[in-house]
């Protein structure tokens, strides 16, 4: 037999736990879409800035270089026009050098790659013949071009930057040309070489041949290194969040100088940017945790108006066989339309309790042999007692040697003595009580609000009437009864049927045809 336990949980508790539930679901969703949202709009804000922030710094060594040329050019002009003399030659390299301080030193090389005027004269290169890469590459090349790095004749790492001088007529003369020191003190080293900050930020600024040429930290220069920009855009510029060999991932927006085919690389650290999030939840969650307290207690508070009249009214479910009960529920305040509707429905319900009881062992499923209540409808009662918290007495029943009736006189006899022992159950039962059909030749009876002498009584009347029976065939039979009571603070129900099963073996084994109470027994002989 299942057991029928009572729920231990109220709705005000309920509605309050879902109230803190969706109050906390709803703080933690809003903390943590503020996380996502602020993350994703630092992220991206520091992208951005890292590449307005590289764009403008290859934007401004783009016009340092054109700058740069343009001066380069106007000194080749005059250069193609002017007398081929040394002082004259001496005299342009020191204008150019000095006037814009542009480049570290200036040299105007012949076509045969000889130093014709070097500024400044300490170099000591005047005279000699330069083999380096950039001289190479100019005197090959024989136009304007912005060298890759590399080591000059004075063994300074360097950019060259040069121009082309022609005569007149066309001929190539040499070219005219000044140098920009990597990791000494220049224009271009001041513009790039010193911007960084103190927050973790770097600049890079490489080569086509990712070749260091400016850093903070001057033992890069000069260093190639593994790709810093994994997939640059098309139009030279962009920025992606990068994670560099051996170090932290980084937010990198870039741009390239395409004069001189130079990438400027400006990083911050992801962590550095992100910094600031944790005190921002923090300050979200200080704003919303008064109202999420406020909004709580306002919960708990409807929660309890909500509940009031359906836990009073449930109360006094479990009262409805005591004196007076409608009248008390007829004083609950039940202002709402669910409340109103089961306060109705008890108030019908308690005038008709009696008849209730009566007509379930016609609603439930029957017997179709005796056409009594069947378990399934056994189980619908006892589960209506439970709900009303109703004692009752029970009666387990055993027709005595049912077997030798079965053996001797066939099935049929046996079903129509096991259809008079129910309508004779059923005559000697109260209409308040239930008879049921437990299986076989065993019955079940449930006498409602019954004490122990009370039931002791109705079982031994019963016991009589049916052995006062008389059968044309068989003639007369017995039965053999257990009782016990059942009290909704006393025990389970299932311990209440395992006593009356136990006060019934031990009346089969006292003879039969007798009553014995789960503590007493009555013995009658047969």
Known sequence: MLRLSRPKTDLRTLITLLAITSIVITLANSLYATWRVQREVLI?????????YATKLASTTEMFFQLAQSQLAYSAKILGSEQDSDRALQREVERLRQQTNSFNSVAIVDASGWVRAISPESLMLKGM?????????????????????????????MVFVSWPVRAKNGRYLGFVGGTIYLKKKSILNALLGEQFYRDGSSLYVVDDDNRVLYHQNGRLIGQKIPPLIRQPQANGNGSEQLVPAGSQPMLAGYATVPTAGWTIVAMKPTQATLAPLSSLLLKVLQHSVPFALLTLVCAWILARLIALPLWQLARKASQMDVQGVSGEIKDIRSWYYEASQIKRALLAGIGMLQEKIGRLKFEVQTDPLTSLLNRRGLNAVLEYFLATRQPFAVLALDIDNFKRVNDTWGHDVGDEVIRTVARQLVSSSRQTDVVCRSGGEEFLMILPGTDREMAAAIAERVRQKNEQQKLDIV???????????????DMPMERTFKQADDALYQAKNAGRNCVKMSQSCWMTAP
């Open 44 to 52: 991206n804000n520091t992208l951005e800035s890292n590449r307005v």
């Open 129 to 157: 013949h330069l083999k380096t890469a950039a001289t190479a590459q100019a005197l090959s090349e024989r136009k304007p071009l912005i060298s890759r790095p590399s080591i000059s004749a004075a063994n300074n790492l």
């Open 475 to 489: 003639g007369s039979i017995s039965i053999s009864i257990g009782v016990a009571l059942w009290s909704a603070d």
